[in-house]
């Protein structure tokens, strides 16, 4: 026999006025007898509720049921539970990022969504993306959605070819003569004083990973939501204020009311906002301050995505000819095809690589060309696109081809190389001693007083080091080349070097007065393997991804690292495998 649930009451949670409702109400997701005397199927409530705060959720289900019926209508499938969190956080008016992998149907959503507010709601959209091949993509798709073509302004070569054809493309921006404008994220960075500021009802950044490598692009992104230098500015010393603040450990009453009156006044520029921004998830580890911009600003943090739904196979062979295998490999798997090296190597490598190919019976062209040459890649005339294993490359970030790509060759593993040149080139000591200081500490190599110096060295130099030279001023300079000697004694030592280089995953070699430390490249690799696994009507296309490798250590940083991502992520020797099935 069941037992019987004693009835309660709970004071002022009734959601419609704020009155008392029973439990028994709240249980069936209904409002308080006040506001609905008689009982109705939930589903129903909203035909019966005129006034009150829950006519917000009415508004809510009903912009949202009316968004599900407008995608189907194009797209031939229902939302995905996935994207259907997104639409209400949207009518919400909520700005926020896409968690989610490559593949899920980001771009789609952020295309649909946009026809959906030029048509019902008559507001602005403004797109970006990292290159002009998405930017193009994202104009063809538009268009296949039914977007009129006079509706869209997309700023690329292939639309504004000539110098008059450019001057026009760029006063019609000015006089914000479109309805959605598609454009790069350079394009913003280098024309910001002619692009309208607080008339979108929607700021989409295809790929935040392009707005986030230059800071002052965060700035330029806010300024689309109406937000003045100002207000950024006052922002961002509210940010280094609260820094400070909580470094001390023990803020006074003193500190915490200017902390609070401080707050109040940047949630005053908080309400400034108009429209709602939406960034597809980071690759990469944001350094600048200027991040927590959105935040303070806007509510949300940018951070990873979850690898979840991913759908690859991950394969490997160790071949003694890496290039020459590579050959083998493709023949076998046919078109649709991508060839990655890694981003160690050189531009003119990936031309020989490319050249080569051709030569052996592939027809493949470099990501440079891609473009130009989509429609042969789609047809199968080009069986593959090389470029390289980088989340800053085109071909790894910039093509969306769910229908055509089937596989990725990397021609050896993505590798990052850092040296350690003894002038002036603190980005690569940045990088290269946030390779090696952790595995210093995890080996117990140094004192841990010359640890604990080393990593203050690195929070320095996430500051400092991405600043030109001619901005720095001669004290940071001069801390940073400091900082390289110091890094060049440690490596030195005897016991240190011969540690590093005896390291499973580490490869550290001296060259004349510079050191190169190689390691694996993991965001290169998830970045440009998540291009042959795609979301469509009957789940996540399956893809493969094969790795030629030709660095153990590498190879073995790699397997490590790619566990951050997802514990799911497993190589199996190609043997295993049964490449007919995928």
Not at 6 to 20: A, F, Q, R, S
Not at 339 to 356: M, N
Not at 574 to 579: D, Q, S
């Amino acid at each position: 026999m069941p037992k019987e649930i004693v009835p309660l009451i709970y004071k002022k949670m009734c959601p419609n006025c704020g009155g008392d409702i029973t439990s028994e109400r709240l249980a069936k997701g209904l409002v308080c007898e006040q506001c609905l005397p008689d009982e109705v199927p939930r589903e129903e409530i909203c035909d019966f509720i005129g006034y009150g705060k829950f006519v917000d959720i009415c508004n809510l289900w009903e912009k949202v049921k009316d968004f599900k019926k407008f995608f189907k209508k194009i797209i031939k499938n229902d939302l995905w539970s996935i994207q259907e969190t997104w639409a209400i956080r949207f009518f919400l008016n909520i700005s926020y990022a896409l968690l989610a992998p490559t593949g899920i149907g980001k771009t789609t959503f952020g295309l649909v969504l946009s026809r959906y507010l030029v048509e019902k709601e008559n507001k602005k959209v403004y797109l970006l993306f990292p290159t002009q091949m998405l930017v193009n993509q994202a104009y063809e798709k538009l268009v296949s959605f039914g977007v009129s073509e006079e509706d869209i302004l997309a700023y690329t070569s292939k639309f504004a070819k000539s110098k008059k054809k450019q001057e026009e493309y760029k006063e019609r921006i000015k006089n914000g003569d479109f309805k959605i404008l598609l454009t790069t994220t350079m394009f913003l960075y280098k024309n910001i004083d002619i692009i309208p500021k607080g008339v979108y009802g929607l700021v989409f950044v295809d790929d935040v990973d392009s707005i986030l490598k230059t800071a002052k692009n965060i700035d330029k992104v806010l300024m689309l939501l109406g937000f003045s230098q100002e207000d950024i500015d006052y922002t961002l010393k509210f940010i280094t204020f609260k820094q400070n603040l909580f470094k001390k450990g023990q803020p006074s009453e003193e500190d915490l009311e200017l902390y609070q009156r401080w707050q109040a006044k940047i949630q005053k520029i908080a309400e400034k906002r108009k429209g709602v921004l939406i960034v597809s998830s980071a690759t990469s580890n944001p350094r600048s301050k200027r991040v927590n911009l959105f935040r303070e600003l806007l509510g949300f943090e940018v951070g990873r995505p979850s690898l979840t739904l991913r759908n690859i196979e991950d394969v490997y062979e160790k071949p003694e000819k890496v290039w020459e295998k590579s050959v083998e490999v493709l023949k076998r798997l046919g078109k649709g095809g991508l060839a990655f090296l890694s981003s160690s190597e050189t531009r003119e490598t990936l031309h020989q690589y490319v050249k080569f190919l051709n030569e052996n019976g592939i027809s493949a062209v470099s990501y440079e060309e891609l473009m130009d040459r989509l429609d042969e890649y789609r047809e199968g005339k080009i069986q593959v696109a090389v470029g390289f294993a980088s989340y800053r490359n085109p071909l790894a970030r910039g093509i969306d081809l769910p229908d055509v790509i089937r596989y990725a060759v990397f021609v050896g593993v993505p590798k990052l190389q850092f040296n350690i040149r003894f002038e002036e080139e603190f980005v690569h000591l940045y990088y290269f001693m946030l390779s090696l200081v952790p595995f210093l500490a995890r080996k117990k190599l140094l004192d841990p007083l010359e640890i604990k110096q080393l990593y203050e060295y690195i929070n320095f130099l996430k500051i400092y080091a991405f600043i030109p030279i001619d901005k720095l001023d001669k004290e940071k300079l001069e801390e940073m080349k400091h900082i390289q000697e110091y890094v060049k004694s440690i490596i030195e030592r005897k016991e240190v070097f011969e540690a590093v280089q005896n390291s499973p995953e580490i490869t550290l070699r001296k060259e004349g007065d510079t050191f190169i430390l190689t390691t694996a490249d993991v965001t290169g690799y998830i970045q440009a393997s998540g291009r042959t696994s795609r979301l469509y009507a009957g789940g996540l296309t399956k893809g493969l991804a094969y790795v030629l490798v030709d660095d153990e250590k590498a190879f073995y940083s790699l397997q490590k690292k790619v566990r951050w991502f997802s514990e799911d992520i497993i190589f199996k020797p190609v043997e295993e495998v049964n490449l007919e099935e995928i």
